[in-house]
């Protein structure tokens, strides 16, 4: 097998025999089940992962959703999974609980589908049901994924799919190896969707890659590649759907649930209207999904080997929604209230604001809706002409169908000014004076000549309130302070900004004690961020042990690291932490004392005399010997004075009375106490 350990040299190449890399998911579970299945093969658990970050959103150079392929293509898979004993497929999905920036962002990774057994309906739901949202956290996921299927005794795969590279920081060539060290003999297969040339490449040697980039070519390959083996004895299925008498082309979708419990059974679309599927001979009830309607049960079906087996059903009415748009002359980048009546009591909807006259298709900015009656405010783009809003219903099979537009309006301009200082110091934070729509979404930035609008170097909301606040970049040049209109609205306004080098320096003592407070003077910036650190010397600039920030004022007080050795003072400027000053610093090793009686009584106060670097959160405490470092029963700070009282246990026994490193987080001295 060519499996990932020895794609990459990993000395475990011997052991890990189970990790590959291919690339459309249903291509590779396919291959997984058909070819490449030993003809003896017994159970088989299989984790989807399904890549639910933002970006999905983004179209195919088809025009399709990315989101919208990944779904029809999973559904079509789990449409033709043969419903084996052996077989258990579970859904594990990242990024669709959390936004991109929320501080959880890096663990949305959930196994909503768990690996027993084939629950066919409900892996179908749930990914229909799943929306692109968060961040793209794919090492993680693979680590989890592998944990899923850590129980089980047979063969072991993982499909995951994706639009884009890591964006957790993971890596994912480390963990495959970590995997295959540890054991794990699972088939990885991995699905490229539109990937850009560099997110290819971080998949690069870990195995075979290709990638798909539109919903045609994900379609064709498909075809290509199923061939699942034929189930035993399985008739031939059709479903003809009609809506107002005629073959219904989208909106519907069909399942045939087995009414002894054999399963569940998806029906494939293969014509408008027209649904097929094989299923084993029995009693079933069809459930039909209707984007127009309620879902539809038909019970008692029967197939039969002597039966045509051929179904037709009557779906909802189509409807048309009315919407009305105020105000009819908004700004561009603003937002409009649409108002919609006439949909179905159960329709799901997006509405949208488009050019009037571009594709269908073309989703700028969408809002979700629900019911028959209602309103939604809607982003309006950045567009010249006669725009319109649409009502875009969603079609259990994936994708959208428009059923409602608006009358023809227009948006009008917006302007922006800006007020900032001609010449700033590097680091420094400044104060800009705007004027400007104040969208939602809208910036006002600092960004290199010359750089497209979606770049900045330092940025704040204009909702935040004006005069907006924002820190030079470090390095000395010429950069824009510009006004960013949100949702494609580009630059609004811009003006020239000389960034000239600030005067920094770091003054510190020769020689300190390790663990004691350090008194630093310092000359800089004193941007929001920027920080007094206590550094290994030579270490990188991003390197620090004990810290503080500028903020609270000259001198900065600093803890001393406890290890003896040459280190650095440093200071740190912006999100960068760029190092703009230093000073070298001999700390020495502590020098520690205890003065405590060896004997004292149960519950009894005594006190203890101590020497040492008295850094900050530094503390005396008595506990059991042997104890943990961090473990404490009655504390002093040596803040409180060079006396300090202490409590006794209650229970007798041996213990020892502890001078502990707030900073350093460890026992530096200690000696015995007995409790009677």
């Known amino acids: 097998m060519n499996c990932l350990a020895e794609a990459v040299g990993s000395p475990w190449a011997a052991r890990a025999r189970g990790l590959r890399t291919a690339l459309l998911v249903a291509v590779a579970v396919s291959l997984a089940w058909g070819a490449a299945q030993p003809p003896d093969a017994g159970r088989t658990d299989v984790v989807l992962v399904l890549d639910a970050s933002g970006s999905m959103f983004n179209e195919l150079p088809d025009g399709r959703l990315r989101i919208t392929a990944a779904k029809e293509a999973l559904a079509a898979f789990v449409g033709r999974l043969p419903g084996s004993a052996g077989l258990n497929v579970g859904l594990r999905v990242y990024g669709a609980r959390t936004m991109a920036l929320d501080p959880d962002a890096c663990l949305d990774s959930e196994l909503v589908v768990p690996v027993a057994g084939l629950e066919r309906e409900l892996l179908l739901r749930t990914v229909q049901g799943t929306e692109p949202r968060g961040a793209t956290p794919i090492a993680y996921s693979l680590e989890r994924a592998a944990e899923d299927l850590q129980a089980a005794t047979g063969r072991k795969l993982i499909v995951l799919v994706t639009d884009g590279e890591e964006s957790c920081g993971g890596d994912l060539r480390a963990v495959a190896e970590r995997l295959a060290g540890e054991g794990f003999e699972i088939d990885l297969h991995v699905i490229g969707l539109a990937l850009t040339?560099?997110?290819?490449?971080?998949?690069?040697?870990?195995?075979?890659?290709?990638?798909?980039?539109?919903?045609?070519?994900?379609?064709?390959?498909?075809?290509?590649?199923?061939?699942?083996?034929?189930?035993?004895?399985?008739?031939?299925?059709?479903?003809?759907?009609?809506?107002?008498?005629?073959?219904?082309?989208?909106?519907?979708?069909?399942?045939?649930?087995?009414?002894?419990?054999?399963?569940?059974?998806?029906?494939?679309?293969?014509?408008?209207?027209?649904?097929?599927?094989?299923?084993?001979?029995?009693?079933?009830?069809?459930?039909?999904?209707?984007?127009?309607?309620?879902?539809?049960?038909?019970?008692?079906?029967?197939?039969?080997?002597?039966?045509?087996?051929?179904?037709?059903?009557?779906?909802a009415p189509a409807f048309e929604v009315d919407l009305a748009v105020a105000p009819l002359d908004p700004v561009k980048g603003g937002e409009v209230e649409v108002a919609f009546s006439g949909a179905g009591a159960d329709a799901d909807a997006w509405i949208t604001v488009a050019p009037?006259?571009?594709?269908?298709?073309?989703?700028?900015?969408?809002?979700?809706?629900?019911?028959?009656?209602?309103?939604?405010?809607?982003?309006?783009?950045?567009?010249?002409?006669?725009?319109?809003?649409?009502?875009?219903?969603?079609?259990?099979?994936?994708?959208?169908?428009?059923?409602?537009?608006?009358?023809?309006?227009?948006?009008?301009?917006?302007?922006?000014?800006?007020?900032?200082?001609?010449?700033?110091?590097?680091?420094?934070?400044?104060?800009?004076?705007?004027?400007?729509?104040?969208?939602?979404?809208?910036?006002?930035?600092?960004?290199?000549?010359?750089?497209?609008?979606?770049?900045?170097?330092?940025?704040?909301?204009?909702?935040?309130?004006?005069p907006a606040r924002l820190v030079a970049p470090v390095d000395v040049g010429e950069y824009e302070v510009r006004y960013v209109g949100a949702a494609g609205g580009g630059v609004l306004a811009s003006r020239p900004l000389s960034v000239v080098a600030s005067e920094v320096s770091v003054t510190a003592p020769a020689e300190v004690m390790g663990g004691s407070q350090v008194s630093i003077d310092w000359q800089g910036p004193n941007g929001p961020q920027d920080m007094i650190v206590f550094a290994p010397q030579g270490s990188p600039q991003d390197t620090f042990l004990t810290y503080t920030f500028?903020?609270?004022?000259?001198?900065?007080?600093?803890?001393?690291?406890?290890?003896?050795?040459?280190?650095?003072?440093?200071?740190?400027?912006?999100?960068?932490?760029?190092?703009?000053?230093?000073?070298?610093?001999?700390?020495?090793?502590?020098?520690?004392?205890?003065?405590?009686?060896?004997?004292?009584?149960?519950?009894?106060?005594?006190?203890?005399?101590?020497?040492?670097?008295?850094?900050?959160?530094?503390?005396?405490?008595?506990?059991?010997?042997?104890?943990?470092?961090t473990?404490?029963?009655?504390?002093?700070?040596?803040?409180?004075?060079?006396?300090?009282?202490?409590?006794?246990?209650?229970?007798?026994?041996?213990?020892?009375?502890?001078?502990?490193?707030?900073?350093?987080?460890?026992v530096l001295a200690s000696v015995p106490v007995a409790v009677r």
């Open 550 to 629: 500028t903020l609270f004022g000259v001198p900065s007080m600093l803890d001393a690291p406890v290890d003896p050795g040459p280190y650095e003072v440093r200071y740190l400027s912006g999100a960068e932490r760029r190092p703009l000053a230093s000073a070298v610093v001999n700390v020495t090793a502590p020098v520690v004392s205890l003065d405590a009686p060896a004997e004292v009584g149960a519950g009894a106060a005594f006190a203890v005399g101590w020497t040492g670097p008295d850094g900050s959160g530094d503390y005396v405490t008595i506990v059991p010997v042997g104890a943990a470092d």
């Open 197 to 315: 040339p560099e997110a290819e490449r971080s998949f690069q040697g870990i195995g075979t890659f290709q990638s798909v980039s539109s919903a045609a070519e994900l379609a064709e390959a498909l075809g290509r590649a199923v061939e699942l083996p034929a189930a035993p004895e399985t008739l031939r299925v059709t479903v003809r759907l009609t809506r107002d008498g005629q073959p219904a082309a989208d909106g519907a979708s069909v399942t045939f649930v087995a009414a002894l419990g054999a399963g569940q059974h998806a029906l494939r679309q293969s014509g408008p209207g027209e649904f097929e599927g094989d299923l084993p001979a029995g009693g079933y009830t069809a459930l039909v999904s209707d984007a127009f309607g309620a879902p539809s049960t038909f019970a008692g079906l029967t197939v039969a080997a002597d039966a045509e087996n051929e179904f037709a059903f009557e779906l």
């Open 631 to 666: 473990d404490y029963l009655s504390v002093a700070f040596t803040a409180w004075g060079s006396s300090l009282d202490l409590t006794a246990p209650d229970a007798p026994g041996s213990y020892e009375v502890r001078y502990f490193s707030g900073s350093a987080r460890k």
């Open 356 to 466: 009037v006259g571009a594709p269908d298709d073309l989703l700028l900015a969408v809002e979700g809706v629900r019911g028959a009656s209602g309103v939604a405010r809607v982003r309006v783009p950045y567009e010249d002409g006669e725009l319109e809003a649409r009502y875009h219903l969603l079609l259990p099979e994936g994708g959208t169908r428009v059923v409602g537009r608006s009358a023809a309006f227009t948006a009008r301009a917006v302007e922006a000014t800006l007020d900032a200082p001609a010449e700033v110091a590097g680091g420094v934070e400044f104060e800009v004076a705007f004027d400007g729509p104040d969208n939602m979404g809208d910036m006002v930035v600092v960004a290199p000549v010359g750089a497209d609008a979606a770049t900045f170097l330092a940025y704040t909301f204009t909702s935040f309130g004006a």
